[in-house]
Every structure is written in structure tokens, then in C-alpha cells.
């Protein structure tokens, strides 16, 4: 899913405190044992799927290379994960320096890709690009197997250490390749299952961005068998045409280009739907840039200055009309643009934003050429595009005229904050919540029941404007919308400020039901599509309320007598242990809603800082995030149901 929830502060965020006796030589693999989160990202469910991109990266860079067409998945019954391709297969003759074969020294040396200097890939993907050792150290068992020259050579692992030889284990006639079967370890990892919808969506869209490449993915466990194959010839073509499945796109053909020279490649692919938003996904060597970069501003600035130039020639737009902005000219496009380079240089704060200087001009010339040649071969779809950039421009017109009135009308109140808000006396944004609530009882519990200092309530009374229909300017007009924007403090769009946000917690408490998790599903879509930042710098979080209390006689004294449990299995559980133990028969209450609980429950079960669990929300995959609101919230009624139905099981949690 795309709103990964597994990330919870720990102290790895919060910085741990180093001292000289911690201070040690790092050498071989020990440290990716001791820290593996420095080297995969996490130990939770992220780190552990990287682990497979790390694997499948590396067919994928010998299929860049030109040598590898097809690679296999499979996800055993034992949660192992064997990854076949058709490359060339990994050299076994034995390594110059190190004195032992080439696959032994790929498998148990850190970083060893590039050491072998002088005939490394010429572009080569991987987040971290860590390699196949890192994923060997932290897997209980792994195996290798490399089809070469007519046979089949095999060498295992336990925990980075090889446990056999490389050994002839068969032949394979013309056949080359490689297999790689890895589990991971349990020690390492807080959960080793894997999940097939996050592998499929990653090994999708590295089908997506490296066309012709054929990539199947097994899962062979249990009663979750199922098979995918992703291969497309039209690559990213065929991206733009699978992220607008749920939308309405205003004209039929994808624009379309790609530029190669030496070192650098680009290639670009979009189209407009009647939209409000604007999905542009950059990748850089196969990696989702999600901080943007170099080459996702030679595109916005070069689409800009295209549409606009054909636009005024075109005499859509007269002289002395104002040029339409680049905001206006991206509503409603979704656009994939990949670009491929030797040495890529990624900065930011989870590194995913490109910095390398020359992929602007580079992306700039092709595209501004591309874009202006596609609206002049095309009158009638350019037409159609230009007109709905003026479209947007006029609304964005409205929108800052509506808005004007409204940061007037606060300038002169001076109670500007809202008035259903209770605010917390803390002035610090760091140190204090708000909690927004469904409800006008549980807002009154949740404001009887709060801690004053820190805590503020924010009740949500009446619906909630479903922002993926609905232009900037009613949206500005939606009271409850409204209320949330001024108590967050940090403004909206282009005027958002996370400087001035208010609250460094924004919880989002609702019922544990579908209504509940369709209420939390409108404000991310509303924090998503407008205040993304929110989301990404890490402040939204879900509370989790409980759905029973389990009490024992008095059920005085929580974990004595009296017990809250948060999902049915832990419930089961509770009850099981319980029976085991011969208690009396315990007196079970259901919560159908926050409403039902008091202030004093609510505090204890939800917002009290010792007992409660926050999930943050943090987004995952942009891509995904799109299908998922454009899926949930849009206007195609089908996909929605479809989607509902397939993920039932999810409503609650997952978005
Ligand atoms: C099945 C799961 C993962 C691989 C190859 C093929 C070669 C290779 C791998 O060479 C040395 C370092 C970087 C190029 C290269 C074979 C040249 C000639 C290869 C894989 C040389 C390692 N013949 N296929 N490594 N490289 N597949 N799949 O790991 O510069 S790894």
C-alpha cells in the first residue's frame, strides 16, 4: 500500500548518544549486522523489501547492460525469495587481488560492484546501492548460483559467512544466468513476511521504467498463491496510460520523447486528465526521486515556456495577456520522467533529490523542442490542453480572490483561531498536538478528557469536502476545511509554510470502523493533495482507538484487571490467555465508537503519551498514494467499488 505506517519514532530518529568506548575500526561485514539500518534504510517491513529490490537490482543492471531480458520472482512457502534472470551469469574465475572466485568476493565484500574497476555498468540503479553482500549478512540463508559456460556453479551463506565452497553443481548447456535464494534473518528483521502487493508494485514499476524487460513475480505460499508478469514495450508510455486508468484524460495521444547521448538519457512521458491535480513522477537511474531535482526542473520550466510560446502563437493567449504559470500548466498532468546518468548525485534529506547540474539544461532543451514540436503537430489536442490551463488559471484567480477575503477578514478578528478549536496553552509547536475528531461527543469527551498544556481539540462537525472533486476555491469555502487551516496555522498550496505550523503532532482520531477510516481517508486526501509537506516531513499520525475492554470482577487497574485490546486477534489472544488461566467469566464491552467512550476512557485508551499507539502516516510511494486517492475519491464509480471490495481488509488501516 502506499501509506506506509510501519515507521514509528524510535531512537534511531531521535539520535542516540555516542561515547569514545562505541567508537570502533569498522571492517568487513559486522557493521551492517550491528547497524543495518545505515545500509537498507530500516529492520521494518521497508528495509526488509529492499532487500529484494537490492537482489532484483542487480539483474536489472545486466539487462541495462543488454545482456539480460527476462528475471523471475518467486516468494516460497518459507518466505525465502529466489530471484532468477538470463544474464550472463556471475563470474566465478578467481579474483586478481583477492585470491578467490569473483562470486565469493560480489557476495562477501562490502561494495564490492565497484571495485572491480574500469568495466563497471554504465548506469546502475539501487537506493543505496549496497549490493547483494549486505542482503547476504543479513540473511539466515542464502544461496548463489551462477549458469556459465556450459555449467552450474553454486557457493551458500548463513549471516554473510559462506557455508560451502563454489562448487560445479551441474550443467546448463547454452543456458547463462543467475539465482539468487535468500531468507532473512529473524534476528535482524522486527518481520520477515513479504508482501506481494509491495513487491508487485515495485517490480511494476521497474518494468515500467525499463521497457521490454519482462520481470514475473510467484508467490507459492500457502492460500496466497498468485502470479504477475509486468512487461511493456511502451515502458513509461505505458505508466502514464496505467496511472490515468481512473481518470478521464481530456485528449488521446501520450506525449511522448526520448533523448540519448553519451552519458545522459531522458525520457519523457504524459497526458492531461480533467483532473485538479498534478501527478509528476522523476526518476533518476531507475530511483524515485521524490525530493525532485535538476532534472524535474529543466521539465517544469521548459513545459512552461513551450506552452506558453505555442499558446501565443498559436494566438490562444494574446500579447499582452499574462503568460499562463507553471502551476496553471501542470493541472491535471501526469507525467513520468526518467532520466539515466553515470554518476548520479543524490542530496536531500532521504536522498532522493538529483543534484547533478547539467540534467537541467539537458532535460530543459529536449523537452522545451519536444513539447513545442507535439502541440504543433497536434493543433486540436493542443487546443484542448491550452484551454484547460486557462481553465486553471481563472480558477487560481478566484481561488487567491476568495482567499484575500478571508486573510482580510482574520486580520481584522482579532479571536482569529477557530471557535470550535480548543487550544492548548503550550506555545512551543514541538511540544504540542491537535487532535482532530469525528464527532461532537467524542470532541467533548476528547476535550474533558485531555491534557490542557499540550493537547488541543480540533472537532469536525458535518461532512468533509471531498478535495479530489472539488476546484481550490470551494474548497476554500468549506467551513470545516477552513477551521483546519487556520488552527494548523501554515497556510495552503503555494502560500504553505511549515515554518508557521502550530502543532508538530496533527492525530487524526476517528471511529474504528468504515466510516471512521472514510473520514481519515478525506482529510490525507486533503493533506496530500495540499499540504503534502505535512505528510512528508512526518507530522500526521492516526490514534488508535480500542475496539473492547475486557474487565474481571472491579476492572479497576489496567493489565490487572482490566484490559483494552486494539484488533480482534488481540482480543482472541486476551480471552485465550485468560480462559488459560481460570479466571471468571470477563465482561466484554464493545467500542462501536469513540462517542461511547468517556473522557476518563478516552484519555487512558487513546491520548494519554504512556499507553497510546500513534501510527504515523508517511508516504511510501507517491505513485501508489495517487491510484489510491484517485481510486477512493474520484468519479468513476467502478474502480472505487472494485477497489473497496479487493481491499476490505485494509479500510480500517492501510489508507
Ligand atoms: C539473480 C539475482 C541477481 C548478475 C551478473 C553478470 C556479471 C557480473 C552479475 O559481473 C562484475 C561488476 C560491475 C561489470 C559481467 C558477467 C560481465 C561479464 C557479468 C544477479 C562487471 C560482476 N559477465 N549478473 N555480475 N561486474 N545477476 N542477479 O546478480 O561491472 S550479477
Redesign the pocket.
Known sequence: MALDESKKPGPEQGGEEYNASQIQVLEGLDPVRKRPGMYIGSTGPRGLHHCVYE?????V??AL?G??TN?QVTIHEDNSV????N?????VDEHPKMHKP?MEV?MTVLH???K?G????KV?GGLHGVG?SVVNVLSDFMQ?E?M?GGKIYRQTYSKGKKTSEVEVVGDCGRQT????IFHPDKEIFDEIEFSYSTLETHLRETAFLNKGIKISLTDERGDKKKKGVYHYEGGIKEYVKFQNANKQPIHPDIIYYEYKKKDQEVEVAMQYTDSYTEVILSYANNINTVEGGTHLVGFKTALTRAVNNYALKAKLLKENDEPLSGEDIREGLTAIISVKLTEPQFEGQTKTKLGNMDMRSFVDQVTTENVFAFLEENPAQARVIIEKCIKAYRAREAARKARDLTRRKTALDSTSLPGKLADCSEKDPALSEIFIVEGDSAGGSAKEGRDRKRQAILPLRGKILNVEKASADRMLRSDTIKDMITAFGCGIGSEFNIEKLRYHKIIIMTDADVDGAHIRTLLLTLFFRHMPKLIEEGYVYAAQPPLFRVKVGKGEKVGKDLWYTYSDKEQEKLLADLAAQGKTKPEIQRYKGLGEMDAEQLWETTMDYNNRTLVQITVDDMAAADQIFTTLMGDKVPPRKKFIEENAHYATLDV
Do not use: H, T
Not at 574500469?118 to 555498468?121: A, K, P, R, S
Open positions: 537482489i532484483v537490482d542487480n539483474s543492471d545486466e547492460a545482456f539480460c528475471i529466489e530471484v532468477l534472470d544474464g550472463r551469469g556471475m563470474p569473483a560480489i564490492a560492484g565497484g572491480f574500469g568495466g563497471g555498468y546502475s547483494a548463489v551462477s556459465r544466468g543467475c539465482r539468487v
